[in-house]
T-cell receptor, first 111, second 112 residues
Framework: NAGVTQTPKFRVLKTGQSMTLLCAQD?????MYWYRQDPGMGLRLIHY???????AKGEVPDGYNVSRLKKQNFLLGLESAAPSQTSVYFCASGETGLREYFGPGTRLTVT | AQSVAQPEDQVNVAEGNPLTVKCTYSVSGNPYLFWYVQYPNRGLQFLLK??????LVKGSYGFEAEFNKSQTSFHLKKPSALVSDSALYFCAVRDIFNKFYFGSGTKLNVKP
């Protein structure tokens, strides 16, 4: 039981490049979330999903897209990376009324 | 709108002394409240939650939190701090759509 895993752990992009972050969970959770963490700002919700095939916007969705084609996977895409997207990205999963389980994070730098 | 405030960026405490990390919240309806801890270069780890019931909630690693509805607070406490408790602590509230809102975090420094 691996819990929540994220791929990759680190990435450096140039402005304008695209990439996809993969989150996988093996706990059969319905809900999955993508957050970004920036110093002094806590975690801010980017997008989330309440089940396979569904996605919804969080607090800071601009510049990001997501897909949940399979229940266990939640993908976060950056179509045209900007320096403002330099951050640490965390994926989480959970069930109604219960705690979230967090992945180890992806550190993204956009130059 | 749902929100969480952690008024202290940093809390310093000596090892063996009691610690308190403050959290206040604003939420529509009944609050579902959580505390998480983050160690350097790691993801967040669950400490405890309040859904309903007793106002004093016990969690992992000897931590507890006191829910106070009239003051809309959910302060994290521990009777005797350890150096290993030094980390970043986040308070969070969950809304009726299962979205979580996090505070900005409080860095706890426990000195020997």
């Amino acid at each position: 039981n691996a819990g929540v895993t994220q791929t990759p752990k680190f990435r450096v992009l140039k402005t304008g490049q695209s990439m996809t972050l993969l989150c996988a969970q093996d706990m059969n959770h319905e809900y999955m979330y993508w957050y970004r963490q920036d110093p002094g700002m806590g975690l801010r919700l980017i997008h989330y999903s309440v089940g396979e095939g569904t996605t919804a916007k969080g607090e800071v969705p601009d510049g990001y897209n997501v897909s949940r084609l399979k229940k266990q996977n939640f993908l976060l895409g950056l179509e045209s990376a900007a320096p403002s997207q330099t951050s640490v990205y965390f994926c989480a999963s959970g069930e109604t009324g219960l705690r979230e389980y967090f992945g180890p994070g992806t550190r993204l730098t956009v130059t | 709108a749902q929100s969480v405030a952690q008024p202290e960026d940093q809390v310093n405490v000596a090892e063996g002394n009691p610690l308190t990390v403050k959290c206040t919240y604003s939420v529509s309806g009944n609050p579902y409240l959580f505390w998480y801890v983050q160690y350097p270069n790691r993801g967040l780890q669950f400490l405890l939650k309040y859904i309903t019931g007793d106002n004093l909630v016990k969690g992992s690693y000897g931590f507890e939190a006191e829910f106070n509805k009239s003051q809309t607070s959910f302060h994290l406490k521990k009777p005797s701090a350890l150096v290993s408790d030094s980390a970043l602590y986040f308070c969070a509230v969950r809304d009726i759509f299962n979205k979580f809102y996090f505070g900005s975090g409080t860095k706890l420094n426990v000195k020997p």
